[in-house]
């Protein structure tokens, strides 16, 4: 059965990140033992390293994994609308994307105020990407116009996190 793209509706990601498209691959997105569903809250200190992703998928297929907060810095304010956390390309299906190229790296969630979303899309490349050029910054990123760039096509799967900023815990 396909995934419903009814909670990328809800939670803005459709319009806010991507348009409307229909889920034809799955994704499974692990923070430790913890699987990310769309909508759930995942705390910062869970999602330092990178999460455990598997793609379905046809061994001959390639992919693009773009990760991005659309509420940066602030829910209310997002002047940095979307920060990019995370870029690989040329993930085989079948697979996961320590088998692509990253193309830039790894970084957690640490929003500063507010509920943050943090959107993982999945692309279908039509080929080997080759050199990919790197963000020059990661505030500003435009997921649509990215795989506009790179010729990627609407998404194939796309999943989303909460995280809002953990409280320092207090020393006595």
Known sequence: MAVSVDPLVVGRV???????????????????????????????????????????????????????????????????????HWIVSDIPGGTNPNRGKEILLYMGP??????????????QQKGPLGPVQQPTSRANFNTRLFADHLNLGLPVATVYFNAQKEPVSRRR
């Open 14 to 84: 459709i319009g806010d990140v991507v348009d409307m498209f229909v889920p034809t691959v799955t994704m499974s997105v692990y923070y430790g033992s913890k699987h990310v569903t769309s909508g759930c809250d995942i705390k910062p200190s869970m999602a330092i390293n990178p999460p455990n992703i598997s793609i379905e998928g046809h061994s001959d297929h390639l992919y693009t994994l773009v990760m991005t907060d659309p509420d940066a810095p602030s829910p209310s304010e997002p002047s940095m609308r979307e920060w990019v």
């Open 110 to 123: 640490s929003p500063p105020v507010g509920i943050h979303r943090y959107i993982l899309v999945l692309f």
